[in-house]
């Protein structure tokens, strides 16, 4: 179970996340959802430990990981899919898959390629390829969840964070996409929060969560809270209202 | 017999952990060569005006690979050696050379390797060359590699260099002269760390239609270590040439990287990129997501980029 307590980040004078509390059970599927700017992905690197929060108090599964480093959670069974995965020069797809699933399980060439298949990606074409710029943007995403999945998979109390899963990548692979999350949900060892914008995936979730201007606005099912976010995308639009729109 | 130190080398430097069972070789060690083996296509000989020895690939050769590894576990050992290549019209081979430096005493060691290649009409040639330098001694670890290689028309030369770590001191030069329709390919790896230097001096000529040349340099300098890479390439001809320079630099090193490109010709297409830096901050932090320490990130990084 991840619990966030009054979780707070400033930098400098601005509140990026002004007061957090959730609570996530064990396997659940949650999708955060907002405006940008709204502090979400400050939110997840925040339960990764890339930032220290300047208070509150994140707990996973009862210990306090508030102070961790990204390494102790990392092996606490939390990981993390960056929105602008960085590029490795010489490093395989490979490489990268082994590393994320840890040294105490070596993956075979099929495993591998079975995690790339999972996110749309022809395994053959991809498995020995170097994490470089030779990628698009969308084949470097599509290998960051991959890792992700290779990180979760096998291990028990984890919890997988994707950040905008489906940006940069095209409609085919969004489908393929979709598909994998929705196993992943069915599996139901995993706990998963996703940070996204697409009905397809918020329809998805057992919950989303609503955050805007740093704080949870709204949290709930697919039904409760997915009308008043079709509702303020238009309200909060002042320039429409004035339109008449 | 070799001993552990000398298994070890070699195990580094060519991926053996005996001599070859099969195939032509010579081992040299400590200045002198100890063993070796011709085959039936390629013939190996001791030069007799000189230290080295001369290696004669036939024609029409399908596949050899040919191992002339060098060790040196004498501390105070300076190793001049001249190994000349001759490959048949047609032949396809692979040379698989290095040098391993054992230093335990105070002196220096040193050996210079000059290399030359004189690659046939179609011939392809795959040159793997490790340096490297372990030891406890005081005694600096210098190796100083020249590789001058002459391409006929058609012909293909896959250089694959690296410099390990251990290498105090290392002066390289490499020069490529590629014929009509002829291809060079440099891939050169560098370590520098403590107090090492290291120059990697390379001169390629384009000097028929349709030559080209691909010319990767990608190092690391730790430390206080000291590098410069300084490659020339001279397109004299309809032709193509690509240099890439790409370097990490940590603590308090420093790097060089110096392209030069000249076009001696309207149909002369060159291009060189070059790129100095530190490791990412955001590498670092994804390894870590993948539960690496910092300093395993680091290191992961590292060799990957090197691999």
């Known amino acids: ?245 | 017999m070799l001993g552990e130190v000398e298994k070890n080398l070699l195990h580094v430097i060519s991926d053996l952990d005996e001599l070859p069972a099969e195939g032509a070789f010579n081992l040299r060690e400590n200045g002198k060569g100890v063993q070796r083996r011709s085959t039936k296509n390629v013939e190996i000989t001791p030069k007799t005006d000189k230290p080295g020895i001369d290696i004669r690939v036939a024609p029409g050769t399908a596949f050899e690979s040919v191992h002339i590894p060098v060790v040196l576990t004498e501390s105070g050992m300076n190793d001049l050696v001249y190994n000349d290549f001759y490959i048949g019209e047609g032949a396809t081979v692979e040379i698989v050379a290095g040098c391993g430096i054992h230093n335990c005493g105070c002196d220096t060691s040193q050996h210079d390797g000059i290399h030359t290649f004189y690659i046939g009409k179609n011939a392809h040639v795959s040159y793997v060359e490790k340096h490297y330098g372990e030891g406890e001694g005081t005694g600096k670890r210098i190796l100083n590699p020249q590789t001058i290689a002459y391409l006929e028309e058609g012909a293909t030369l896959d250089m694959d260099t690296s410099q390990i770590r251990g290498v105090d001191d290392t002066k390289r030069f490499t020069k490529v002269v590629v014929g009509r329709g002829a291809e060079v390919v440099i891939s050169e790896k560098l370590l520098t760390h403590g107090e090492q230097s290291a120059v990697s001096d390379m001169e390629v000529e384009l000097n028929g239609d349709g030559a080209k040349a691909s010319i990767t340099s990608r190092s690391v300098a730790k430390e206080q270590s000291h590098q410069v890479f300084y490659p020339r390439l001279s397109g004299n001809c309809a032709c193509f040439g690509h240099v890439t320079c790409d370097a990490i630099i940590m603590d308090k090193a420093r790097v060089r990287a110096i392209p030069e490109l000249t076009a001696n010709h309207v149909d002369a297409q060159l291009i060189h990129e070059a790129a100095i830096g530190k490791i990412a901050g955001e590498q670092i932090l994804k390894l870590m997501t993948l539960g690496l320490t910092a300093e395993e990130a680091e290191q992961q990084i590292l060799d990957g980029f090197l691999r």
């Open chain 1, 1 to 245: 179970m991840l619990e966030l307590e009054h979780v707070q980040f400033t930098a400098g004078t601005t509140n990026i996340v002004k007061d957090v509390s959730l609570t996530i059970p064990e396997g659940r599927f949650v999708v955060i959802t907002g405006p940008n700017g709204g502090g979400k992905t400050t939110l997840a690197k925040l339960i990764m430990g890339i930032e220290q929060p300047t208070g509150g108090a994140i707990r996973w599964n009862g210990a306090d990981v508030t102070h961790l480093s990204i390494t102790e959670r990392a092996r606490l069974g939390i990981s993390y899919g960056f929105q602008a995965p960085p590029r490795f020069k010489g490093m395989r797809v490979s490489d990268l898959l082994q590393l994320a699933a840890g040294s105490d399980q070596q993956l075979t060439h099929d495993q591998c390629c079975a995690y790339l298949t999972k996110v749309g990606l022809c395994a053959r074409d991809y498995v020995g390829r170097d994490v470089d710029a030779s990628l698009s943007g969308g084949e470097l995403k599509r290998i960051e969840i991959a890792t992700i999945l290779a990180r979760g998979s096998g291990r028990e109390h984890s919890l997988m964070i994707f950040d905008e899963p489906e940006a940069g990548i095209d409609l085919w692979s969004f489908a393929k996409l979709t598909e994998t999350f929705r196993a992943l949900h069915a599996g139901g060892k995993a706990t998963v929060i996703i940070i996204s914008h697409q009905e397809r995936i918020i329809r998805l979730a057992d919950e989303i969560v609503l955050i805007a201007g740093g704080e949870v606005k709204a949290r709930g099912s697919v039904d409760e809270v997915f009308p008043l976010i079709m509702r303020d995308t238009v309200s909060t639009c002042s320039a429409a209202e004035q339109e008449g729109l």
